[in-house]
Structure formats: structure tokens, C-alpha cells
């Protein structure tokens, strides 16, 4: 992992990916590369057999050759799958660590500042993590294409100095020659990615802004946007496939050239009889062989360049400052008074403007925001998401001074927009941590209980991504209980009662204080005159300030604004 403030580049990455694989890596490379001395050795005892055993007419000489050949052909495979099996652990291992160090960083509670979005980063944590570990798949390769291009060299100087010198000084040169692509390989293949990866994150956003497009009318633009984000994404696609696609035309007609070139020269030292019919063969078999390493050498550039370019975008996320100060530290020295105690001193994030409120252990407060800017604003200080512009302290520390093993059980935020996960109903609820009475007087609590009732698996029913086989209000409900049975000391709620119906919503106003009451401090961001009315205070937000606090009854009776709000 990056320690903070220490620059990462891609190709740390790959050299980090290579050393801490050399387990793997060498003896697997070392299998692979004797593969492909068996495979240089086929042609050349092919030949053998030719000279010694077929020419002579011997049947004895005949039957041993072959099962030399078979001896041969058996060590090839058997070395070639164990090589294989060493190298495809190492890469799956390897693109294991890179997805946990992803996440972690990713989900690191302190945040990353970053300019990938959501489904960027998502990508580099899958795909491009992936790519990466494909390294440990190159190294092996060209490893075994040398091995394979030296061996064909030597055989072919024993048998004749000028085809030998043909391999082993013509073939690097073109090779060398072929490298001059690869820098601007590495450009497209960046590019590409980089809008590849921006479409992928605008198409996240879509999808789960689905129907809030859908209620403003704004689908069609969004369309737009995705189309011409696509039509950008295929444009550099087709780009590095132009560049790559020459790049292998070029290496493959190179390697035909070159085997042709060897073929030819030994035909003509064979008809002058300086070759012999057996040599001829292993020329001509290992002329043809040296097609696949010399078309390796030429296009392995064009597959580093590809992991170097996704090794970039891995580094610059793992090399990405926290987006708060690590001040955890300071916890073991701050005071953690009255537990459950919330402040909020001067806040003035977006449309705040110098906010202050106290909430007291055991307290159910409501807030009620003229401008849902307000409470979105509110929300993202609450959560720790925005921590300047103002104060917040829970249990007398500051949000970024609570242990983050602490964090959910000081405090918890459930945004208006919660998240179910791939699963079952029950998996859900798992993530809190409750136990199983625990969890049933949660989901008593939040009207949960009659989604469990509607399927005959019960708790078991299985949910998909985002929990998109749900109704609004069930996955509203179902993320309210997972809320409730985490019990933490401060719950922050933000409108948790907007999809259900005015008799549910009464009960789930009931059920929050039957269940928190003053054990617990509850806090909820909400318009709801069933929530207002069950609260022990409700707190009146206009114009980023404080503009009335007092029990929704007081209110409603002695505040004209406050009244208008709640019953228009």
C-alpha cells in the first residue's frame, strides 16, 4: 500500500506486481521456458529421426527415436501445465490484493480526493485491476520467446553460420524496430480507457438517477449525454485499434518474412548439397516455429502498454490524499463527555449560513428545512462527507476524531437514498451487527415486518443490486430497520418516510420513539407533520439559520411560517 504523500506511478505498480509475485513468477517462467526448448527440440530431433533412423532403414533405431520424440512431447506438456497453473495463481492472486487494496482505499473512511467518479473508480477496481495482475502473463511470454529465439539461433549456427546469424542479429533488429510504436500505443490505449471509464461512471449515474430523470423530464437529456460520452469512448476505442492493429499486421508479416527468409536460404543450401534432408527438415520445422516467438517479441509491447496505462489509473487512486485529516490520534486524548450529545457550531457549508444547535442525550429532534438544500447540506456535515464550514461534535469529539471502528456505533447517517446490496433480505439486515431480537424490533419498528410477510421465503427472499425488485417504499422501510437495529448512540435520519402512505408513515413516527426513546438520541430531517408531531423538539431551518425551536404544537400554534410549511 501507498503510504500518504508518497507518489506512486504506474510503473511502480507493475515492478511492485512483479516482486512480490517472484514466487510464482520464477519457477513458473523457468517451466515455460523449458517448454519452449522442447518445442525448439521437436524439429531438431524430427531431423535426427530423418538422418539416423530413416535413412539407415533401421526399424530398431526407428522405434527408439519415437519413443524419444513421445518422451520428448510428454515432458513438453506436463512442464507447460504446471508453468501454466504457477503463472495463473500468481495472476489471480495478484488481481485479488489489487481489488482489497482498491477498496480499502476507496472506502477508507477518511475519503480519497479524487477526480474519478464513481464508476471510474469502480472500473480501475475491477478492469483495471485486472489488466494489471496481466503483467505476471507477459513476463513468462517474453521470458520463453528469447529462450526459444536463442535455442532456434544456436541450432541453426551448428547446422549453418549465416542462417544462425539470421536469427540471432535480424530478429532483435526488427523487434527493435517494431518497439518505435509503443509510446504512442501506450497514449491511445491511456486515452481510451480514460473515456472508457468516464462513460462507465456517467452510465452509473444514470441508472441510479433513473427515476428522478424520469420525474423532471430530463431522460432525453441524459440520453444525449450518455450518447455523446459513448460516441467519445468509441471514438478512442477505435483510435488504439487503429494503432494496435497496424502494430500486429506489422509483427506478424515481419515474423512470415523473416521464417520465409530462413526457409529459403536452407532450400538453396540443400539443393547445393551442403545441407543434408534431415537438417533441411529441422530448418525449415524450426523456420516455421520461430514465427509465434518473433510475433510475441513484436506485439508484447502493445500488451504492456495496455498495463501500463491501467496501472497509471491504479496508482494515481492508491497515491490519492485523504480527503480529512487523520486526527483519529487525538481521540485517545479527547474526552468522549455525555455520549449522545450532538453539536453544531457555525455552519456555513452551501446553503447554511452560520448554523448552530444543540441536541441532548436521549433527545428525538426533527428538522424542518425551508430549502431541501438546507437539509442536504445539513446532511453531508452530519456525515463526516464535508468537514469545513462549520463544527460538528458527537460525545463532545469531533466526527473526525471518532476511531473509525467507533464511527458507525457514535454515529450513524442514513441518507435519503439508501443503498440495499445483492443478497437476501436477511444479508441485509446482517450488516448491523444486531442480534435476531434486536433486528425484529427494528423491523417492527420501521412497518418491515409486512415486506417479510409478502414473500413466502420470508427473510431469505433474495434482493438484487440496489434492491431494484423492490418497491420505493419497501427498500425505504427495509434500509430505515437496517438503520434502527444498528442502535448506534446518534441516528441521523433524512426523510426516511417519504414513499410509504400517511397510515404507515404514522406508525413508522410511533415506532421510531417507541424503540429509540430516551435511550437513544435521534435526529430526523423530515417535512412530515407525523414525525414533527412525535418529536421532543422540532427545529425550524430558513435561510441557513436557526429561525424557530419548540415542540411541534407550540409551533404550529404560535408560528406563522412554521405552520404554512407544515400544512401546505
Request: contains cysteine; glycine residues 8%.
Amino acid at each position: 500500500m501507498s503510504a500518504q504523500g508518497v507518489n506512486l506511478t504506474g510503473a511502480a505498480i507493475l515492478r511492485r506486481t512483479i516482486t512480490r509475485n517472484l514466487r510464482w513468477l520464477v519457477p513458473g517462467s523457468g517451466l515455460i521456458a523449458l517448454h519452449q526448448l522442447c518445442e525448439v527440440s521437436v524439429p531438431v530431433l524430427i531431423g535426427v529421426i530423418v538422418d539416423r533412423a530413416v535413412g539407415t532403414g533401421s526399424v530398431a533405431a526407428i522405434a527408439g527415436w519415437i519413443c524419444a520424440l513421445a518422451a520428448l512431447f510428454t515432458v513438453l506438456t506436463v512442464v507447460y501445465r504446471y508453468g501454466a497453473r504457477l503463472l495463473m495463481f500468481a495472476i489471480a492472486r495478484e488481481a485479488h490484493l489489487l481489488r482489497i487494496e482498491l477498496s480499502a482505499k476507496i472506502l477508507h473512511p477518511l475519503g480519497i480526493r479524487t477526480e474519478f467518479q464513481v464508476g471510474e473508480l469502480l472500473s480501475i477496481s475491477s478492469t483495471d485491476a485486472d489488466e494489471t495482475s496481466y503483467v505476471l502473463d507477459y513476463v513468462p511470454r517474453v521470458t520463453g520467446a528469447v529462450v526459444a529465439t536463442i535455442a532456434c539461433g544456436v541450432v541453426l549456427l551448428s547446422i549453418d553460420v549465416p542462417l544462425g546469424l539470421m536469427v540471432l542479429i535480424g530478429v532483435p533488429v526488427v523487434v527493435a524496430g517494431l518497439q518505435l510504436t509503443a509510446p504512442m500505443i501506450a497514449r491511445r490505449v491511456e486515452d481510451q480507457q480514460a473515456e472508457v471509464g468516464r462513460a462507465t461512471a456517467l452510465a452509473t449515474d444514470l441508472i441510479s438517477g433513473h427515476r428522478p430523470l424520469q420525474g423532471i423530464g430530463a431522460h432525453h437529456n441524459a440520453a444525449a449525454r450518455y450518447r455523446a460520452a459513448s460516441r467519445r469512448s468509441l471514438a478512442a476505442t477505435l483510435r488504439a485499434a487503429r494503432i494496435q492493429s497496424l502494430h500486429e499486421g506489422a509483427a506478424a508479416a515481419a515474423g512470415a518474412l523473416a521464417a520465409m527468409a530462413v526457409a529459403v536460404v536452407a532450400a538453396y543450401f540443400a539443393l547445393r548439397g551442403v545441407m543434408s534432408i534431415g537438417e533441411l527438415i529441422t530448418v525449415i520445422g524450426l523456420a516455421q516455429f520461430l514465427i509465434e516467438p518473433f510475433s510475441l517479441l513484436a506485439i508484447v509491447p502493445s500488451w504492456v502498454a495496455e498495463a501500463r496505462a491501467s496501472a497509471n489509473r491504479v496508482a494515481t487512486v492508491l497515491d490519492a490524499p485523504h480527503r480529512h485529516d487523520r486526527s483519529a490520534a487525538q481521540s485517545a486524548t479527547t474526552p468522549a463527555t455525555a455520549p449522545g450529545t450532538l453539536t453544531v457550531r457555525d455552519a456555513d457549508h452551501a446553503a447554511l449560513d452560520s448554523l448552530s444547535l444543540d441536541v441532548t442525550p436521549g433527545e428525538f429532534v426533527a428538522i424542518l428545512t425551508a430549502d431541501p438544500r438546507e437539509a442536504a447540506a445539513l446532511v453531508d456535515l452530519l456525515s463526516g462527507q464535508v468537514r469545513t464550514g462549520g463544527e460538528v461534535r458527537v460525545g463532545g469529539r469531533r466526527i473526525g476524531e471518532i476511531p473509525p471502528g467507533r464511527r458507525r456505533a457514535t454515529l450513524l447517517v442514513e441518507h435519503h437514498h439508501g443503498d440495499l446490496f445483492s443478497g437476501t433480505l436477511q444479508s441485509n439486515l446482517d450488516v448491523s451487527g444486531a442480534d435476531p431480537a434486536a433486528v425484529h424490533d427494528a423491523l417492527a419498528a420501521s412497518c418491515a415486518l409486512d415486506v417479510v410477510d409478502l414473500y413466502s421465503d420470508g427473510l431469505a427472499h433474495p434482493v438484487v443490486e440496489r434492491g431494484a425488485s423492490m418497491s420505493g417504499g419497501q427498500r425505504q422501510r427495509w434500509t430505515l430497520a437496517r438503520a434502527l437495529a444498528a442502535d448506534p448512540e446518534v441516528l441521523v435520519l433524512h426523510d426516511p418516510t417519504t414513499a410509504v402512505d400517511a397510515v404507515t408513515e404514522q406508525l413508522i413516527a410511533e415506532g421510531i420513539r417507541r424503540l429509540r426513546g430516551r435511550r437513544r438520541t435521534t435526529i430526523v430531517l423530515t417535512s412530515s407533520p407525523a414525525l414533527l408531531a412525535a418529536a421532543d423538539r422540532v427545529i425550524l431551518v430558513s435561510g441557513g439559520t436557526v429561525q424557530a425551536d419548540g415542540t411541534h404544537r407550540d409551533l404550529v400554534h404560535g408560528d406563522l411560517d412554521y405552520r404554512r410549511r407544515v400544512t401546505r
